[in-house]
T-cell receptor, first 122, second 111 residues
Framework: DTGVSQNPRHKITKRGQNVTFRCDPI?????LYWYRQTLGQGPEFLTY????????KSRLLSDRFSAERPKGSFSTLEIQRTEQGDSAMYLC????????????????????FGPGTRLTVL | GESVGLHLPTLSVQEGDNSIINCAYS??????FIWYKQESGKGPQFIID?????DKRQGQRVTVLLNKTVKHLSLQIAATQPGDSAVYFC??????????FGKGTKLSVKP
């Protein structure tokens, strides 16, 4: 499968616990994005990487959230001291960027999404 | 404020009919627009995109129209099929940054 993959697909945790999600982008995609989506809403931007550099962070990304992309390939999103309000679908997307190649029908700026990680905080 | 929105939250069509899903945006600086399809429990799936220097783009059974004068975007689906049932989002972006999504339109196709 050549698409974006995310693990785990589902995570149930108790309030106050830490959780970590992983995203593997499409091979050779330079840009990687994290979004959060709650029921009935469109995805909301959290943060964005160009290779290993984190270039932009949303105000939604509180101090309890941290994201890394250490080698410019996969990325992790960690939430510390989870709260019930953190319950959502966490989506990862990647795009080719200037030097990458796009899938059929898209451009180098097109963001392709993974299946998401559904987080439930009890 | 600046936002991407949709005129209708739900749309019901008969199988075989054409569907039109509308979207309004407010930021004239947006230069790239994408339509995504999202099925229940899945991530958004790319359908078609258009840049601000174009007013129409066609794909397989889908057409996107961009009217910059009134800041309006539409997705037309020809010969709608049951498999087209999903929530459709338009999204805008400026440069290489993050996407701004609307709330989505739920398309239901009646057999």
């Amino acid at each position: 499968d050549t698409g974006v993959s995310q693990n785990p697909r589902h995570k149930i945790t108790k309030r106050g616990q830490n959780v970590t999600f992983r995203c593997d982008p499409i091979s050779e995609h330079n840009r990687l994005y994290w979004y959060r989506q709650t029921l009935g809403q469109g995805p909301e931007f959290l943060t964005y990487f160009q290779n290993e550099a984190q270039l932009e962070k949303s105000r939604l990304l509180s101090d309890r959230f941290s994201a890394e992309r250490p080698k410019g390939s996969f990325s992790t999103l960690e939430i510390q001291r989870t709260e019930q309000g953190d319950s959502a679908m966490y989506l990862c997307a990647s795009s080719p960027g200037g030097r990458g190649t796009s899938l059929a029908g898209g451009s180098t700026d097109t963001q392709y999404f993974g299946p998401g990680t559904r987080l439930t905080v009890l | 404020g600046e936002s991407v929105g949709l005129h209708l939250p739900t749309l019901s069509v008969q199988e075989g009919d054409n569907s039109i899903i509308n979207c309004a945006y407010s930021n004239s600086a947006s230069d790239y627009f994408i339509w995504y399809k999202q099925e229940s429990g899945k991530g958004p799936q790319f359908i078609i995109d258009i840049r601000s220097n174009m007013d129409k783009r066609q794909g397989q059974r889908v057409t996107v129209l961009l009217n910059k004068t009134v800041k309006h975007l539409s997705l037309q689906i020809a010969a709608t099929q049951p498999g087209d049932s999903a929530v459709y989002f338009c999204a805008e972006t400026r440069g290489q940054g993050n996407l701004i999504f609307g709330k989505g339109t739920k398309l239901s196709v009646k057999p």
